[in-house]
C-alpha cells in the first residue's frame, strides 16, 4: 500500500485538516531530497494548498506566499466553494472584509470598554475563512484522492525513522529505569534548546537560529501513604511512573521565559486532567459514537502535557498496551504507542528532545524585536 493510500484510508478516523498538516510536513521535508523544480503539476498545486492550510493567516501569505493564495482561490472554484472562493479573491485584490463593531462591556462605575482580542486589518477574513461552513480541507484532500497517482508522495521520513529510532532507542536504555533518567535530565549543566526560525521566514542566514537557555525542576516528593493507594489503584504497570513520584511530585521540564515545554502533573491534577481526555474524547473525537471510546482512555493515567497543547500524554495501565505510553487524542485513534515505556519517554527527552516537545508545534520561542517564532531543533547541556 503507498502512503497516500494509506493516508487517505484514515480519512473518517482523522480529521481532513490533520491530514493536510501531515501533508504539509512531509513537502516540508522533501527539499533535501527533490528539488522543488523537479515537482510535476499536481505535486507543485498540492504543495501550495498545504501552505495556505498550514498559514498563520492570510495577511502573511499575502506578504511572503501569495501564489498559496492564488491556488487555494482556485481550488474554492473548482470544487463549488464560493463564499471562500469569493473571500479569497478579494484578499488577493487587496480587499479585507470589514471589522466587525467591537463588543463593549459595562462595569459599575467604570464606563465602557471594549471586550475581545484587538482585530487588525485582516482580522474579520481571517475569522469568515476559519468559521466558513464551507471544508476547504476536505476538498484538498479530495484533490489528492483524484490526483494520487501524480502525486505519489513518499512516506514521511521522520515516520519512516521511528521504526529506525526504537531500535537504536531499546539497545541503548537497556536497563535504565525511568527515576535514573529523570535525575540525570535535572542533574544537565547549562540545559539548552537550538531553536530554527519557521520554514517560510528561514534566509540561511545566522539569525536563523537561536539559542534557548531552559532549566529543569522537580517538585517535593509524594506522600508515601498516597503513593500506596496509588499502587494498589494503579497496579503494576504504573510501578515506574510512581518511582519518579516518589521522589518528585511532578517535574517542569525544558522551562524557558515563556514556561515549561513539558510538564509531569502533581498527582493532585492527574484525575482532572484523565476526565478532560475522556470529555474531549466523547464530545469530539468519538462524538458520533461515545461507545467507540477506548476502554484504556479510562484507567490510564494522564501525566504530563504540553502547555497549550489540548492533547495529554497517557501512560496505559490496562489492555494489550498496558505500560506504553500514548496521546489522548492522535494515538488512541490510530491504536498504536508512541512510546514502548515511560522509560523510552525520558530517554528521549534526553537525547532526542524536540521529537517529544515539538510534537504538535506547540512549543516555540518568540524574539521579541521581531516577532518572529523560532522551533526547537536540538537539546544540548555541558557535560
Known sequence: MSYLDELLGRRGSVSDIELVFELHAAFQEMPARLNAQALNEAQSRLRLLCRYVASDGIAELLRDDRAAVVEAARLAEEQGLPETARILNDALAGVPLPRPAPVMLTLPGEGAAPLGAAMHEWSATDLALSIAEEDFAACVMDFVAEHKEE???PQLESARQTGATD??????MAGRRAVELVTELLAHRAPRIVARLGEHHRRSAPKDVRVIPVTHSGRPPVAESRLARLRNRYGAAAEPLLEIYERHDGLELFRSAGGAAFVFAP?????????????WAESVTWQDQPNAVPPSLRSAIAFGYIPGDAEHWLLITQGPHAGKIM??????????????????????????APRVIGSG???SYTDPSSGLSYYPERYEHDS
Not at 492527574?270 to 470529555?279: R, S, T
Not at 496521546?327 to 532526542?352: C, F, K, N, Y
Open 151 to 153: 502525486i505519489a508522495l
Open 167 to 172: 531500535a537504536v532507542v531499546v539497545p541503548q
Open 267 to 279: 498527582v493532585d491534577e492527574w484525575d482532572a486532567l484523565l476526565q478532560h481526555a475522556v470529555e
Open 327 to 352: 496521546l489522548s487524542v492522535t494515538d488512541l485513534v490510530d491504536g498504536e504507542p508512541r512510546m514502548q515505556s515511560i522509560a523510552e519517554l525520558l530517554w528521549t527527552l534526553l537525547h532526542d
Open 361 to 363: 508545534g506547540y512549543v
